[in-house]
């Protein structure tokens, strides 16, 4: 048993070779400083794990990793997909700053599933809201 609820995240044995929830092709490990995050090598989506997602959603040039053409939802389509990792089904959340941007979020490993395009989109966001804050504070 385990104590605690990390304990038994870390117990979850990642695959070598993730398979993407989306359209079932194998993902690759994509190196970014000390952060190893997986991308599909079909549709590009990428697989963050919650730590990772929270890492490089600040760290500069992270999105580099987003390689793929934007992807364009289907939104009248019922996607339904299960975690590459715990093989729970994930929940579809919308990005409260962009609402534009729809994602995938497993709620037992809280792992995250971006399409192509998504990631970078997100940090072009964070980017703008930074320089914003920082006029703000300037002017008081
Ligand atoms: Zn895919
Ligand atoms: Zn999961």
Request: net charge negative.
């Amino acid at each position: 048993m385990f104590e605690t609820h990390d304990q038994w995240l870390e117990s979850l044995e990642q695959p070598a070779t993730l398979k993407c929830p989306k359209c079932g092709k194998d993902m690759e490990k994509v190196h970014f400083h000390r952060f190893v995050v997986d991308r599909c090598t079909g549709c590009k989506g990428l697989w963050l794990s919650a730590m990772d997602r929270e890492y490089l959603s600040v760290v500069r040039d992270a999105e580099t990793i987003d390689t793929g053409p934007r992807h364009v939802e289907d939104r009248s389509a019922k996607v339904k997909i299960d975690c590459p990792v715990c093989h729970t089904p994930m929940i579809r959340m919308v990005d409260h700053k962009q609402p534009h941007i729809w994602y995938e979020s497993c709620p037992v490993c809280y792992g995250v599933f971006h399409d192509a395009g998504e990631f970078r989109d997100t940090k072009s966001h964070n980017i703008v809201d930074f320089f914003r804050d920082l006029f703000r504070q300037e002017r008081v």
